[in-house]
Structures are given as structure tokens and as C-alpha cells.
């Protein structure tokens, strides 16, 4: 038996281009956890809750490997996180994470993600969220995609509402410490529907219907469908 059959969200891939998103192999996550290690953001920003990335490298990437160990070990029907990395023709560049709770029930999930300092300023921040709401949207049939961004953070929030977001209220949270106001957007099946031709690059999706299974989800989608199929 082979590692996507005995769990299969590591046979899950959605690609576009260049660009994939696959839940990497312990090999791939030594990979990633360098890419981070590196620098994931400048050093007068704050984009994350926890400083996950600062400090010693050889702590960032013990840390990194084990995050990303227990999220594997934590799928299940109830709630589930796929971080994903992110690789632009075959070489790691960063992760993005999609997750929910009870989402059979809401069909709501949100996103998350982070890319490699070297790599930013190039169009795949953009890139790579609209392939995990192609996956959200045409293969795990979500009816609403969230996502949150500080308020001191343009890129993020520029790349969220050049999507077609729609704000969803703002919080005071604690960030590393100190208040930070959160900028919270929100999209349905119904803006992403309507979303322009800019928008809707070829994708392709393959190991779907095994995750949904093992996820709980009804009718699952064929694999390999573009978003032309799909209409």
C-alpha cells in the first residue's frame, strides 16, 4: 500500500500552471521548513499571531516540522487542516493552509497561508489562494471561504479584495503581545460563481474524491476537472 492510499491527502493535488499545491512528504517539509527558516516576511512586519518563523533556524524548523506533523495527525470528519505547500515547478516556495470545522454541516472553511521572502512581488500569493478556493469551491462543495489579515499588512489584504472578498467585520486581537485590529472577509459560492475571466485560470484537481470520503462529504467530484468542466 502506498502512502496516498493509506492517507489520502497526500494523493491530493491542485495544480494550475506552474503551480502546485500538495500535501508534502516529510522530505518535501525539510524543504519548506528552509524556505521559512529563510524569511517569510520583512522584518519590521507582524503578519501572524504567533511568531512561528523568528528566532534560531535550527527552532524554526523543528517547529515548522512539528505544526506540520500534528495537522496530519488531527483529520477527521469534525475538523480538518490540509497545510499545503506551495511549489512553482517543483521547487517549495510556501504553504497554504485551508480548514474547518464541522463542515459537512456549514460548508465553511477558511484559508491561510505565508511565502517565502525570495518569492514575493511575483503574482503567486494570488495564485495559490485562488487554486485552495478552486479546492474548497469545485472540490469539496463549500458554500463559504474566509480568511483574515491585519490591518498592517496591504499585501494581504490587497490580494483578498482584488479576489472579490467581501468584508466581514474587523477584531481587536492579541498579536504577539499587543492589539492588532484583524480585517476579516468572507466569500460564497455565489461571488466565486460570478467571478471574473481573470479569475478562473485552468486548474486541475486530482485525489479528491478520496479525501471528501475520508472527510465525510456526499457526491464526491470527479477528479480532473477544469473550471470550464465544471460549469
Do not use: C
Amino acid at each position: 500500500m502506498d502512502l496516498a492510499t493509506a492517507f489520502p491527502p497526500f494523493g491530493l493535488r491542485v495544480t494550475s500552471g506552474d503551480l502546485e499545491l500538495r500535501l508534502p512528504d516529510d522530505a518535501e517539509l525539510v524543504r519548506l521548513a528552509d524556505v521559512a527558516a529563510a524569511g517569510v516576511h520583512p522584518a519590521e512586519r507582524k503578519p501572524f499571531l504567533v511568531a512561528w518563523n523568528l528566532g534560531d533556524p535550527d527552532e524554526v524548523r523543528r517547529g515548522f516540522l512539528q505544526f506540520h506533523w500534528a495537522s496530519r495527525g488531527k483529520v477527521s470528519p469534525e475538523a480538518w487542516g490540509f497545510e499545503l505547500g506551495v511549489f512553482r515547478d517543483g521547487e517549495p516556495v510556501g504553504v497554504q493552509g485551508v480548514g474547518a470545522k464541522a463542515f459537512a454541516a456549514t460548508r465553511s472553511a477558511g484559508t491561510g497561508s505565508w511565502l517565502g521572502l525570495a518569492h514575493h512581488g511575483q503574482g503567486i500569493g494570488k495564485r495559490m489562494r485562488l487554486l485552495a478556493l478552486h479546492l474548497l469551491f469545485e472540490g469539496f462543495d463549500a458554500a463559504v471561504a474566509t480568511t483574515e489579515a491585519f490591518d498592517d499588512n496591504p499585501e494581504s489584504n490587497g490580494v483578498t479584495r482584488s479576489l472579490g472578498y467581501a468584508p466581514n467585520g474587523v477584531a481587536l486581537v492579541d498579536r504577539q503581545g499587543t492589539p492588532a485590529t484583524e480585517n476579516r472577509y468572507r466569500m460564497t459560492r455565489e461571488m466565486w460563481a460570478a467571478r471574473p475571466d481573470l479569475h478562473r485560470p485552468d486548474v486541475t484537481l486530482a485525489g479528491v474524491a478520496p479525501v471528501r470520503a475520508m472527510l465525510g462529504l456526499d457526491e464526491p467530484v470527479p477528479d480532473e476537472q477544469t473550471p470550464d468542466e465544471q460549469a
